[in-house]
Each structure stands twice: as C-alpha cells, then as structure tokens.
C-alpha cells in the first residue's frame, strides 16, 4: 500500500508542476498576442528619442554667457612633450 500512496503523491507532485507550466504557456501566448497587436511600438519609440535627444541632459550644467577657456588647462596634458612624471618619495 505504501508503495501507491507514494506513487500518488508523485503522480500528484507531477501534475501539479504540469498545471504550472501550461499556465505559463498561456499567460507567454497571450503576451505574445498582445504584442503583435501593437503596431505603434516603434513610431512612439522614435518620437520619444527626439524628444530624448532634443532636451538638454539634466546633470550637465547649462552654459549662459562666454565660455571660460581657463577650464580646458585641467583637462588637457602637462605642455612639455615628457609627461607627467611623478614620483612617490
């Protein structure tokens, strides 16, 4: 009898994952659906990157007025052609 009884549970354990599974196949099949019904996916993308790149990025600063070109000297290289040489005492 015991025999059966752990048959049943693992017939049980089985149709239950079974279950599962064929419920995730359906909910895929109707994403999927949903999806292929949507035809203005790629139209509202593009609009929204115009938009994207049209807007100034909001972690620059925006520059009002004359640039100051004494910024650039510390982003630029040493002037001399050897490089920056330093060294650890």
Do not use: S, Y
């Amino acid at each position: 009898m015991e025999l059966e009884d752990g048959d049943a549970r693992g017939k049980h354990r089985i149709l239950a994952e079974l279950g599962r599974v064929e419920e995730e196949v359906r909910f895929l099949e109707k994403e999927l659906e949903e999806l292929g019904q949507t035809d203005t996916v790629p139209t509202v993308c593009e609009e929204l990157l115009c938009l994207i790149e049209k807007a100034p990025d909001p972690l620059l600063p925006l520059t009002n007025g004359p640039l100051n070109l004494g910024w650039d000297r510390w982003f630029q290289g040493p002037d001399g052609g050897d490089g920056c040489r330093c060294f650890m005492l």
